[in-house]
């Protein structure tokens, strides 16, 4: 199975600072980043791997000091403590959809194709892109645009879906682009259309939600001087790792002790990395990756 080289693959790596201990890599996805961080894992380290796709599970690695979860990383603490694992020395998470989704036409994640209006990361969930543009009220329409994809002019968008839809339900990813192309300049639909695509995808997958979670049990789980290793692809994921890795929120509220002094669940390690030129080339996709960093105190 297809998957593209894993964004930043040196560089998280580097940052994880493996030894011996137990590893999570809470995106396995093609694997990339998990057989990177084994190689550099010493002969009693554990490293335990979560992915929701089924597919992504077609790539498990054997080998006695690996094992891969297939649920969702926001049950990151639940599925650790199953396995009898209360604390860990390092997580990684790539986030966002692999390029394995996006090249499977499919599982409707990519405008490229005229396929059902799918998305789902879990193929066992019950919602799919297709309810939502058939069947959300117009407010809620708008939210999941608005909140999801930062689509400006929500409202106006969220009106003409629902206008397409009284005429005939829609079924594939060409009906909603052609929606949406009816209405926007030429030279902004692709912008536009990978907004909206976004905006329905991270209400499919509930992926802002996982993300806080993920973040709040990843604060319980890592020993102290423990590494939190993440790469996020857009503004929305980036604000919430910036804010938590900054505050232990998402709000951006700054705790402080009686003296004034703040009070910080973090370390914030090196500056944040972005892709080479060179890696840009070879992989596209990854252009917009931020990486950051940070240390439990």
Do not use: W
């Amino acid at each position: 199975m297809h998957y593209h080289r894993a964004a930043l693959l040196r560089e998280a790596t580097d940052s994880l600072k493996v030894q011996g201990g137990v590893y999570v890599d809470a995106t396995f996805g093609g694997g990339g980043h998990s057989r990177e961080i084994l190689k550099r894992m010493g002969p009693s380290g554990k490293l335990i791997a979560f992915d929701v796709d089924k597919d992504a599970c077609e790539n498990r690695i054997y080998d006695k000091r690996f094992c891969l979860v297939n649920k969702n990383f926001m049950t990151i603490k639940e599925s650790l403590e199953d396995l009898k694992i209360a604390v860990v020395d390092g997580i990684l998470a790539d986030l966002g959809v692999s390029s394995h989704q996006f090249d499977t036409p499919l599982r409707g994640f990519s405008m490229r194709f005229d396929a059902p209006l799918d998305m789902r990361m879990d193929s066992t969930s019950v919602i799919t892109a297709k309810q939502v543009v058939n069947t959300y009220a117009e407010k809620s329409l708008v939210s999941v645009l608005r909140n999801n994809g930062e689509v400006r002019r929500a409202k106006f968008f969220a009106q003409k879906i629902m206008e397409a839809v009284k005429n005939r339900q829609m079924e594939t990813t060409g009906d909603l682009k052609r929606t949406i192309e009816k209405h926007v300049p030429h030279r902004i639909a692709n912008k536009v259309l990978a907004q909206v695509f976004q905006a329905l995808r991270i209400e499919v997958n509930g992926e802002l939600k996982s993300l806080e979670k993920l973040l709040t049990q990843s604060l319980q789980l890592l020993r102290k001087g423990g590494r939190l290793v993440l790469i996020s692809y857009h503004s929305l994921e980036d604000r919430l790792v910036k804010h938590f890795l900054r505050d232990g929120n998402f709000e951006g509220i700054q705790n402080k002790d009686f003296y004034g002094n703040r009070i910080v669940p973090f370390k914030k390690v090196g500056r944040l990395v972005t892709p080479t030129l060179q890696e840009i080339k070879e992989n596209p996709r990854v252009r917009s990756a931020k990486l950051r960093v940070a240390e439990k105190l």
